[in-house]
């Protein structure tokens, strides 16, 4: 599936740091005080993405140093920053989880943030420290560089392994799904909650599923008329494909105090980073608005409410908001975003991701869900089955509003041909 209103020939951006390194710029990584020092004169780039990178690249070279408080090192360096904010700690904390790290080379990564700092070329000018290494000290460099390089090789191949079976698993959920979605006791109740029926989109399957959780019997949990939702990515020929499957729990059989009906479950080892769920993305134009929301329900109540005239993404996850942003502007480069996040941890999150973006184009904008809904973890949904369709339009109106007053200092804004926001 083709994206619309991506921009044609957009292979996306390339990374900093993914050339290679030098033996000597990779000796330098590893000569007491040049981090520090680094540290020091790098600052915190105002633009997120750019931001997100840094973060990277100082927890590689600390990997590469075996500190062992990479999260705390960067939440340090990054509290000197102009744009910090009492978020960051989780979009840090999201940014170093292992998916995100592995994948990329750790010399070549901290080695970017090295050239970016300017000490290389004092320390060639013999203007920085007099510290000098032995045979030794090279030998044994040498040698945890290897094991290094090594490990992050096993690793790799280990979580490659994993996701591929992960992957398969959920082929085989998804096709063997037979069930009717909209018999799903699950959705029915949402329906009845809204007072409105809410069609489930074709893609959305259901089926009966077991698993095995603590506190259940031997013989596990049934769990009946389950939804199977479908989480996509961008592939290499930017086109919409499945990655692996968001499970929405039905009723379990046999109940215990942590299995409930809606509960949500995911494959182990899937990857899901960066794994959304769309709604009318054939409303998507160049330079229209983007809406990203968390569950999927949300998402189904952000459409129904906006008149189904913006394309609207399901993160599944607050922690999934920034990977959500990095896929999609690889095809939507010049669409503002507007988050939705739940009350509470998600609109924390939101709003540090829109003030990590002030100074960029085109905007992030946090939507403040809690003005109108006042208790942690409240979302889109409740807002639907609260005040309808009509009454929810108009104050999803007027915090879009809200937002972008609170981020450009101005009420005027991208709108699509439906509906204003």
Not at 143 to 172: F, S
Not at 232 to 251: D, N, P, S, V
Request: charged share 20%; net charge neutral.
């Amino acid at each position: 599936m083709a994206y619309p209103g991506a921009k044609e020939g957009n292979q996306g951006a390339k990374t900093p740091g993914e050339m290679r390194m030098s033996e000597s710029k990779d000796e330098y990584l590893l000569w007491p005080g040049v981090f520090d020092e680094a540290l020091a004169r790098v600052q915190p780039a105002p633009s997120y993405m750019e931001w997100v990178q840094q973060v990277r690249q100082i927890a590689c070279w600390a990997n590469i140093l075996r500190l062992g408080d990479a999260q705390a090192i960067c939440e340090r360096w990054s509290a000197s920053g102009v744009n910090a904010a009492t978020a960051d700690a989780g979009l840090i904390r999201s940014a170093l989880r292992p998916q995100s790290l592995e994948k990329l080379s750790p010399f070549a990564m901290a080695g970017a943030f090295l050239a970016a700092s300017g000490v290389t070329a004092e320390i060639r000018a013999g203007r920085f420290g007099s510290y000098q290494p032995t045979a030794a000290d090279l030998a044994k460099r040498e040698a945890q560089r290897r094991e290094m390089e090594e490990a992050h090789r096993v690793a790799l191949e280990a979580t490659n392994k994993e996701r591929q079976k992960a992957a398969m698993q959920a082929n085989q959920i998804y096709n063997k799904a037979s069930l009717d979605p909209a018999l799903s006791p699950y959705w029915q109740a949402k329906c009845s909650a809204a007072a409105l029926p809410l069609p489930l989109p074709d893609d959305v399957k259901a089926a009966n599923w077991r698993t095995f959780e603590k506190g259940a019997s031997a013989q596990g949990i049934y769990w009946n008329h389950s939804l199977i939702i479908p989480l996509y990515c961008i592939t290499e020929e930017l086109k919409l494909g499945m990655r692996t499957i968001e499970i929405i729990c039905g009723r379990p059989n046999p109940e215990t105090e942590l299995s409930f009906m809606g509960a949500k479950r995911g494959l182990k080892g899937a990857q899901r980073g960066g794994c959304f769920y769309p709604l009318d993305i054939d409303k998507a134009r160049h330079g229209s608005p983007l809406v990203i929301c968390e569950g999927f329900s949300s998402g189904m109540a952000l459409s129904a409410a906006m008149g189904h005239a913006l394309p609207v993404f399901c993160a599944m996850s607050c922690n999934n908001f920034a990977a959500v942003i990095d896929e999609l502007r690889i095809v939507y480069q010049d669409c503002p975003i507007y988050i939705v996040g739940d009350v509470g941890v998600g609109e924390e999150i939101a709003q540090g991701i829109a003030e990590a973006n002030t100074s960029r184009r085109p905007p992030v904008y946090a939507v403040p869900l809690s003005r109108v809904l006042f208790e942690d973890g409240n979302d889109p949904f409740d807002l639907l089955a609260r005040h309808g369709v009509d009454n929810s339009r108009a104050l999803l109106r007027s915090l879009f509003r809200e937002a972008r007053q609170g981020r450009d200092g101005t009420l005027s804004g991208p709108s699509s041909s439906d509906a204003q926001y």
